[in-house]
């Protein structure tokens, strides 16, 4: 049996009815996440099924979003911390250990290469 053909485990997906709007959606999740979608619920005002709806709609939103810029999310959270360095006068050096940032004034090995408008020590 191919990885296609093997037999899903779970009661069959039903198909929407035609014109239908809204479908049902049961699923099972840890208490800590009920506990989360029924205080979400509760600050915006909307039942624990437009809540857990919203939030759905939104994690799909965002997986699009990463799909088409071929990111995910700890790219997107390396290249903050990345900015967050550069903002600071930190420099990216390259070693065997990977990238290392250091500050300006830092005493490492420079490229040597001298600025013609710099004056040579």
């Known amino acids: 049996m191919t990885e296609k053909e093997k037999r899903r485990i ?11 709007k809204r479908a ?6 840890r208490v800590a996440v009920k506990k989360q979608i029924d205080e979400a619920a509760k600050d915006s005002g909307r039942t624990q099924s437009q809540e857990a709806e919203a939030l759905i709609e939104r994690c799909l939103t965002y997986d699009v979003m990463l799909k088409a810029m ?3 999310i700890a790219d997107i959270a390396k290249g903050n911390v990345e900015a967050a360095f550069r903002s600071a ?4 050096f390259h070693s065997p250990h990977g990238k ?4 300006k004034d830092y005493p490492i090995e420079r490229s040597g290469f001298v600025d013609q408008e710099e004056k040579p020590r």
């Open 89 to 92: 006068g930190y420099t990216a």
């Open 24 to 29: 049902s959606l049961g699923l099972k999740v």
């Open 70 to 72: 071929n990111q995910t």
């Open 10 to 20: 779970g009661r069959p997906m039903k198909k929407s009815a035609r014109g239908e």
């Open 100 to 103: 290392i940032w250091v500050p």
